[in-house]
């Protein structure tokens, strides 16, 4: 029987999803928007930076506004697992804390040029607007509905409606996202210092204990 080859062109989605040549294109999509802005950024921009054929470019995006919103969606994505800690002890109130702060700042310093095209970009665009609406609210509904359940538990007294208090937490880890992105030196003691101010808020620090 003939050997068959898969064709690019019918490839299943979780190939394309999962290719590495698709991850390289949106690094560097991400770079050159950062650099160029949204308007000036060409597709031959984004191949040449990463260093793929522009029939390859095609193979996983239809156009630069596609890149874009692909990469608008990775965000969103990149705040929400911002939230998960894996190998952290989940009763573990203040190390959950400290490792969720961390990982947003980090998150948010690391895309800190990109949000600002994508702000930009929602005022025109109707699909952008939403996933940038996702991107600002949907990490603070679901960091809400944890800290019910911390209250609801007895593991925390906040001292604000919970999702009041997730929107403060998430304001400040967003100033000071982009002060580390100015100075990645002071990473370590931003999370320090929002972590303590979360707890204390969250009624879960050690002045709070019985």
Sequence with gaps: ???????WAVRT???RTEAPARARLL???????TRLGYGPATVADITAEAEV???GFYVYFASKEEVFRVLAARVRDAFLAAQEVPGVDTDDVRAVAEASVGAFVAAYAR????????????RTDPEVAELWREIRERPVHRHARYIRRLAAEGRA???AEPLTLA???GGMCVEFARRTAERPGIHQDAVRDV???YLHLLGAGPAHRE
Excluded: N
């Design 1 to 7: 029987m003939a050997r068959t080859h898969k064709a």
């Design 13 to 15: 989605a979780r190939d």
């Design 27 to 33: 690094d560097a999509a991400e770079a050159v928007f």
């Design 53 to 55: 054929s522009r029939a």
């Design 111 to 122: 895309h800190l040029p990109l949000l600002g095209l994508l702000e930009q970009q929602a």
């Design 157 to 159: 007294r906040p001292l």
């Design 167 to 169: 929107r403060a937490v």
């Design 195 to 197: 972590t303590a101010l």
